[in-house]
């Protein structure tokens, strides 16, 4: 049976937003994968919109995602170029998520990491960074903070499509892998390579088992897009 496709926007927000363990355990590992930081509990705070779809008219289906220490994180899945200019779209929303802290009498230094992270299926830089992080620097390049960690503002960008499909599994880093199933999920066992991921790697197996959970008959009927080659 054809699996679902996880570029539709529902299916990645359903597959790492649903209000359970399972989402929640995929959600931390893509998390991990991407920020290369351990994550160990993260809450969506907008999980409502993933349940309510359905009954929606075009949501804007972001997961918006906060870490224990209060670290934020909107979450997107972009397929298509658009009208809009896509870098200026994130970093309107970079600043109105970071804007919206409440810190009235509290000192700005209490303000809390905001993160806008994109996954692109198009290329936008012309570099071969299939991961880029985004901060705030002089135009020499030295970045406007000393320290790291001072840096609240961050916008990371994935560009999929920079993935070499071709290269060997076992050459693939935990990033490139986790973009090839994403790009290529909708195969099933067709797929050679992630035929060996389902059978081999612990955590393509959970991926599957929540894309599972959106590949049968019914959700075919609710959202025909779902099975729909992007």
Not at 33 to 57: A, G
Not at 104 to 121: A, D, H, P, W
Not at 166 to 174: I, Y
Request: some cysteine; proline content about 2%.
């Amino acid at each position: 049976m054809r699996s679902a496709n996880l570029l539709n926007d529902f299916a990645f927000k359903y597959v790492f937003g649903e209000d359970c363990k399972e989402a929640n355990d995929a959600l931390k590992s893509l998390l991990t994968v991407f920020l290369e930081r351990k994550v160990n509990h993260v809450v969506v705070k907008n999980s409502e919109m993933v349940k309510d779809y359905t009954k929606m008219k075009s949501p804007r289906l972001d997961l918006l995602v906060e870490f224990d220490d209060q670290t934020t994180v909107d979450l997107e899945m972009q397929l298509r170029q658009t009208k809009d200019n896509l870098l200026n779209r994130f970093n309107y929303y970079l600043a109105r998520l970071h804007g919206s802290q409440d810190m009235e009498g509290k000192s700005y230094s209490q303000l809390k990491e905001t993160i806008v992270m994109v996954f692109f299926n198009l290329i936008i830089a012309d570099d071969d960074d299939i991961c880029s992080l985004y901060t705030m620097r002089k135009y020499s390049g030295i970045p406007l903070v000393k320290d790291e960690k001072e840096d609240r503002m961050k916008l990371m960008t994935i560009e999929m499509p920079k993935v070499d499909l071709n290269k060997p599994l076992e050459d693939m880093n935990e990033q490139e892998k986790m973009i090839y199933y994403f790009l290529n999920c909708h195969k099933g066992l067709d797929d050679s390579k992630i035929k060996v991921m389902i059978e081999s790697d612990g955590m393509i197996q959970m991926l599957e088992k929540r894309v599972e959970t959106i590949s049968d008959d019914r959700w075919k009927k609710i959202i025909p897009e779902l099975f729909m080659k992007t």
